[in-house]
């Protein structure tokens, strides 16, 4: 089975820019939750999708939004983007929303100049 | 926000020694899974534990669930070189069974001496 797949690997932006960053789930899987990993914060919670709905999301400002495609494809937009918005985002999916395992894609590594 | 303590942050052993690392919380988990990630890539999941007392092996990795549901342990027994790279604990708290959301430890960095 195909694992967790990112897109783009790499996106350098400027500050003010948007960025829409796409995540495909493991076959069959129906839950992708995104998170940001930074060296200081570490990884942090963004969001979660299940069956196209936002099921829980985690504390970030309104500029951080996302949505889930009928087949289980999830994208993540970052609006009016600021210097500290520089971090690895990483997708995980999971078969259901709950206590399953998530299994993580390689991340998109965006930097903001 | 909920915390997750991990130790040690980082470790620099001997080829072939034992490792132990841990995390702890004031607040109690229904989950824990533990991931390794190397430089520029994604986690990769080594071990899910659902249940207080579980104790799970995969090859040289032992992980726990505290009785008292707010710790979990890894060891990673007979180190190798290709054990290096960073270890995270994640748990969901309990109470939020109904998400996906994951709470991450800090990670413990594990380099190795061959």
């Known amino acids: 089975k195909a694992g967790v797949t990112q897109t783009p690997r790499y996106l350098i932006k400027t500050r003010g820019q948007q960025v829409t960053l796409s995540c495909s789930p493991i076959s069959g899987h129906r839950s992708v939750s995104w998170y940001q990993q930074t060296p200081g914060q570490g990884l942090q919670f963004l969001f979660e999708y299940f069956s196209e709905t936002q099921r829980n999301k985690g504390n970030f400002p309104g500029r951080f939004s996302g949505r889930q495609f009928s087949n289980s494809r999830s994208e993540m937009n970052v609006s009016t983007l600021e210097l500290g918005d520089s971090a690895l985002y990483l997708c995980?999916?999971?078969?259901?929303?709950?206590?399953?395992?998530?299994?993580f894609g390689p991340g998109t590594r965006l930097t903001v100049t | 926000g909920q915390q997750l303590n991990q130790s040690p942050q980082s470790m620099f052993i001997q080829e072939g020694e034992d490792v132990s690392m841990n995390c702890t919380s004031s607040?109690?988990?229904?989950?824990w899974l533990w991931y390794k990630q190397d430089p520029g890539e994604g986690p990769v999941l080594l071990i899910a534990l659902y249940k207080a007392g579980e104790l799970t092996s995969n090859g040289r990795l032992t992980a726990q669930f505290g009785i008292t549901r707010k710790d979990s342990f890894l060891n990673i027994s007979a180190s190798i070189p290709s054990d290096v790279g960073i270890y995270f604990c994640a748990g969901q708290l309990i109470g939020s069974s109904n998400t996906g959301k994951l709470i991450f430890g800090q990670g413990t960095t594990l380099q190795v001496k061959p």
């Open positions: 995980a999916s999971s078969l259901r929303t709950g206590a399953y395992e998530q299994y």
């Open positions: 607040s109690i988990f229904n989950t």
